[in-house]
């Protein structure tokens, strides 16, 4: 036990250092850590670890699925659901069907049910992976919507693509019909089981004497619940977990109403996602020993062949069904077409950005070893294989390049939105305007009895006064966007040396430390307004 501890804390602390490095040398860490893995693997006497799918599924797929949600907006989700839908279930069920008659053809042995698995397994884009890639890069609003929304729902379609292509080869039969309704009452009914724990979960955060730190322990909680419900019942887990969080955060409003709460929640959800994410990628890395040593009687150089193949195939099918999916609905439809063009650059950016992940490997390393009749499992370790090789070449040679693509096309915002600062200073002035019409209707009595009441009023007409002015300048200016950085560099300056003096007062002695981090915590608020929270 202690061995297995000191093995798992010293795996996290070389994480942790590998990410740093790609931080410093600008790749994105889960490029860097599959590749770093993999080196680490062929260390001599490394201890070899064992990634076991129903780990995948039940420890890190909720929570990762249920963060993923949270950070989505339900407004831009549903507004772009023609094309997340498009590519969550339409490129997925194309995709594995084009994987199955291409691999039943080329792959000795393989059926067309095999291939139908092996399509439901590299089928779906990572839902880290690209948003990890593209965080911090000038990426229009509509594209990072549609990649995040696909990646929310491409899992439960092509694990009930995999369930149904699995079931047909144990029991060697299968009906499309069947197949069709059940992959609808699967689906349907785990969005109803997620949005019904949800409405429990909601009534417990709103009405029950909760505090801080149980609210932020039962929002861990929420996800596996959500999972473990539906998956209970033989619906869709990933359905349930996505529509219990897309629930959860619109109405995060009503549930989490301090910013205690809120800002405590913010701590434990980013260090466990940043560490779940980081564990799973190195751990696709570290998995390939076992992967080869699976093989058997194929060769390494035909499950690289094997594998080449359909990684091209994943990525070119890609590509011939986005740009249609973008621009064939605004023929038909004269709706469709109120909204901006797409044009060609940014579908070119959706189609590069399909990276495959842990659910691909996880999923694939789920095939059972044996079959009903007890023998082994056809094509097993091949499919494997092929899948290892499709999650490296999509995840290394797209993700490398995708910034890189970026950059050469010049990829600029298309849809006609209200920029950043100026939401903000909008959303502040309604803010306060609200705030001295409460004081002007129900306090009026205090304002001319109570200095700080007065005081408080007063501050609140001059802000509103300079954020007429600011939005004004906002909205006339052509140079904004170099005054607002200008601006906000200052602010951060400013910040900065204000936790330097906090530092010195405290070596004083004289303020409590209690006050000290209430002022360090109003700073980090105030930066938070500019920096964001990473999401």
């Known amino acids: 036990m202690h061995h297995t501890l000191l093995l798992i804390l010293g795996l996290l602390f070389v994480i942790f250092l590998l990410v740093m490095l790609a931080q410093r040398i600008k790749i994105a860490y889960p490029i860097f850590l599959v590749i770093a893995g993999l080196g680490i693997s062929f260390i001599p006497n490394i201890p070899q670890l064992h990634l076991d799918p129903e780990l995948i599924f039940l420890i890190f797929l909720p929570p990762l699925l249920y963060e993923a949600a949270w950070y989505t907006s339900w407004n831009d989700f549903w507004k772009w659901k023609r094309p997340i839908s498009l590519l969550a279930f339409g490129l997925v069920f194309f ?182 994410n980081a564990l799973v990628f190195v751990l696709i890395g570290l998995e390939l020993p076992e992967i080869i040593n699976g093989l058997g009687d194929y060769s390494i150089a035909d499950g690289i062949k094997y594998g080449l193949i359909v990684s091209t195939i994943v990525i070119v099918l890609r590509f011939l069904w986005v740009y249609p999916a973008a621009h064939v609905p605004r023929w038909l439809s004269a709706k469709v077409r109120k909204d901006p063009s797409p044009g060609w650059k940014g579908p070119l950016i ?93 306090y009026a009595a205090y304002l001319s009895e109570n200095e700080l009441v007065k005081f408080y009023k007063s501050n609140l007409e001059t802000d509103i006064r300079n954020m007429g002015l600011q939005l004004h300048s906002l909205e006339c200016k052509e140079s904004q966007q170099r005054d607002i950085e200008v601006y906000h560099k200052i602010l951060l300056d400013t910040y900065t040396l204000q936790r330097k003096e906090l530092f010195l007062l405290r070596k004083e002695q004289f303020f409590s430390d209690e006050e000290i981090r209430k002022a360090e915590l109003q700073l980090d608020l105030n930066e938070l307004k500019i920096t964001g929270t990473g999401h």
């Not at 899992?155 to 039969?173: C, E, P, Q, R």
């Not at 033989?234 to 910013?259: D, I, K, N």
């Not at 370790?381 to 290892?388: G, P």
């Not at 200073?425 to 305007?433: A, E, K, M, S």
Request: hydrophobic fraction near 55%.
């Open 350 to 442: 959706i189609s590069w950005a399909g990276m495959r992940g842990v659910v691909s490997l996880a999923t694939a390393l789920s095939i059972p070893l044996l079959m009903t009749d007890g023998t082994n499992f056809p094509q097993r370790n091949m499919i494997v294989f092929i899948t290892f090789v499709v999650i490296f070449v999509t995840l290394v040679f797209q993700g490398l390049s995708l910034p890189f693509v970026l950059k050469l096309i010049k990829l600029e915002e298309i849809d006609n939105l209200i920029p950043e600062e100026e939401q903000q200073v909008g959303i502040q002035l309604r803010l306060n305007n609200i705030a001295l019409q409460l004081l002007n209707e129900r």
């Open 95 to 276: 995709t594995s069907m084009v994987v199955a008659y291409a691999t039943s053809s080329i792959i000795p042995g393989f059926t067309l049910a095999l291939g139908f698995l092996l399509g439901g397994i590299v089928s779906p884009p990572d839902a880290v992976a690209a948003a990890t890639v593209l965080k911090g890069m000038n990426v229009p609003k509509r594209v990072m919507t549609i990649l995040e929304g696909e990646s929310l729902v491409n899992d439960a379609s092509s694990l009930i693509v995999f369930k149904f292509a699995l079931l047909a080869i144990l029991t060697g039969t299968f009906s499309m019909q069947e197949a069709v309704g059940q992959f609808f009452l699967v689906a349907g009914m785990g969005i109803v089981v997620g949005l019904v724990g949800a409405h429990i979960m909601y009534v417990i955060h709103r009405f029950l004497p909760t505090t801080p730190a149980i609210d932020a322990a039962l929002t861990v909680m929420t996800p596996y619940i959500l999972f473990l419900a539906a998956e209970h019942f033989h619906f869709s887990g990933v359905m349930a977990v996505v529509s219990g969080g897309l629930f959860m955060s619109y109405r995060a409003h009503e549930v989490f109403q301090t910013g205690s709460t809120r800002m405590n929640m913010l701590g434990v959800w980013t260090t466990m996602i940043f560490v779940m």
